[in-house]
């Protein structure tokens, strides 16, 4: 099993610019997530769906936007990048709703 | 809504010796305690979690500590080894499917 993968590992994006971090994963699970980390911080939720054709937004979900219309697929839309929005972003996912979270190895967006 | 906090941002330890990591969480309602390794350049990798009904669990060289009197809890790792460098985080749920994460701990193995 590949796990969780995410593409783009890296992207630069100038403001107002458009684009979309894909994430899959193989394990069959229901729940995915969208995180962001800054740099010394801890893992920000953006949003997360408990199975496909759900999603709800978590903890900082503005400028972001999501669809599930597969148990695999969990892509994150970012419209109109700004600076604030140059993160490391992590997809993950979980059987159920544990606290055993499997993570992709990120994808590192810088906006100017 | 709950925020967590680790104690020390950074935590150096000599090869061989014991480490503690510790975490604090805000709310009293919190019944699920995760920890997270995040090596350099990936993403984090659970290590071991414990509910709110148990004070200690037990795993491969690491051990999780909970005291809810005092809303804390701790990782100890044995006999920490070099290939235990890493960030460690904490992370707490009260219920749902939002972890709250803590900041991170830096661990640096000294040879």
């Known amino acids: 099993n590949a796990g969780v993968t995410q593409t783009p590992k890296f992207r630069i994006l100038k403001i107002g610019q458009s684009m979309t971090l894909q994430c899959t994963q193989d394990?069959?699970?229901?729940?995915m997530y969208w995180y962001r980390q800054d740099p010394g911080m801890g893992l920000k939720l953006i949003y997360y769906?408990?199975?496909?054709?759900?999603?709800d937004k978590g903890e900082v979900p503005n400028g972001y936007n999501v669809s599930r219309s597969t148990t695999e697929d969990f892509p994150l839309r970012l419209e109109l990048a700004a600076p604030s929005q140059t993160s490391v972003y992590f997809c993950?996912?979980?059987?159920?709703?544990?606290?055993?979270?499997?993570f992709g190895e990120g994808s590192r967006l810088t906006v100017l | 809504g709950e925020s967590v906090g680790l104690h020390l941002p950074t935590l150096s330890v000599q090869e061989g010796d014991n480490s503690i990591i510790n975490c604090a969480y805000s709310?009293?309602?919190?019944?699920?305690f995760i920890w997270y390794k995040q090596e350099s350049g990936k993403g984090p990798q659970f290590i071991i979690d414990?509910?709110?009904?148990?004070d200690k669990r037990q795993g491969q060289r690491v051990t999780v500590l909970l005291n809810k009197t005092v809303k804390h809890l701790s990782l100890q790792i044995a006999a920490t080894q070099p290939g235990d460098s890493a960030v460690y985080f904490c992370?707490?749920?009260?219920?749902?499917?939002?972890?709250?994460f803590g900041t991170g701990t830096q661990l640096k193995v000294e040879l």
């Open positions: 993950a996912s979980s059987y159920m709703n544990t606290g055993e979270l499997f």
């Open positions: 394990m069959n699970h229901n729940y």
């Open positions: 769906s408990v199975g496909a054709g759900i999603t």
């Open positions: 709310n009293s309602a919190s019944d699920y």
């Open positions: 414990i509910r709110s009904n148990m």
């Open positions: 992370a707490v749920t009260g219920g749902g499917n939002k972890l709250t």
